[in-house]
């Protein structure tokens, strides 16, 4: 039986090796003159303490995607995972954490950076802030906790990154961008599953960052791409066209 553009999509992230770094998905050779292993307590003693360059981390976990990708209702796109100060400490110093992150790249958990019980990492903080006020809309609408709500959101959420690996700041050349195996796989997955899907109404696609590089240069039914002065902050709240077309889709979802 042939494999959808999915399935190979996470079948490419199980056979990466996730214990010993560089951890970099076979086929994007290219980005590993680009990036650093680096330890908790050595970068504490670096000159990147107080500014953290645009070298990729290829010690933390790669995070190409997240949440049930395969049967989302909302496809957030982004850029590529950022890096915070305390990114590498918390995966040293949660083995649990960390495992999670690992789980996260089979592509049928919900979307972990919603889970409560991660309120202390960068994740959950970028994430919940970015769709506070859509919460707090769907919470009121259907008389639930916060706690479910997130979780309710976390059923039907997935983010995908153009580039799976951590940064500060991005400056990647397209050129070396085409050269990853992970681009084309995700870029694959995108137009083949996703796109017909948004077409049908089944889902809505918000892209927040490089519309021209995910290959989606107009907006059709269901997919909201974001102008430059939007994309810059890339907000999701109920007042944007991003948050309206996301409160929209989850809306017709029963409780």
Known sequence: MMSTPGQKLIKAWGSMDTQKPPLVLPGDEA?????DSITSDSFS????????????????????????ILTAKVYVLL????????????????????????????????????????YWTGGFGWISRKIRTLVETI?????????????????HIAILELVPYHSSTFSLAKGTMDQLEF??????FL???IVPRARKGDCTIIVTRKSKDWE????????????????????????????KAILSQLRKISS
């Open 31 to 35: 980005i590993r003159p680009l990036g």
């Open 45 to 68: 003693r670096s000159e990147k303490i107080l500014t953290p360059d645009k070298r990729f981390l290829l010690n933390l976990i790669p995070q190409p995607f997240a949440g049930n």
């Open 79 to 118: 850029l590529n995972p950022g890096f915070g100060l305390l990114d590498i400490f918390a995966e040293e110093q949660s083995k649990e954490f960390r495992r999670e992150l690992v789980k996260a790249l089979s592509g049928n958990r919900q979307l972990w950076g919603l889970n409560p019980k991660y």
């Open 139 to 155: 919470g009121q609408e259907r008389k639930w906790s916060i706690p479910k709500t997130l979780e309710f959101f976390s059923e």
């Open 183 to 188: 681009v084309r796989l995700i870029k694959n």
């Open 191 to 193: 137009h083949e599953e």
């Open 216 to 243: 989606l240069r107009t907006e059709t039914n269901n997919v909201v791409i974001y102008q430059p002065s939007e994309a810059r902050a890339a907000h999701l709240s109920m007042n944007t066209r991003g948050g």
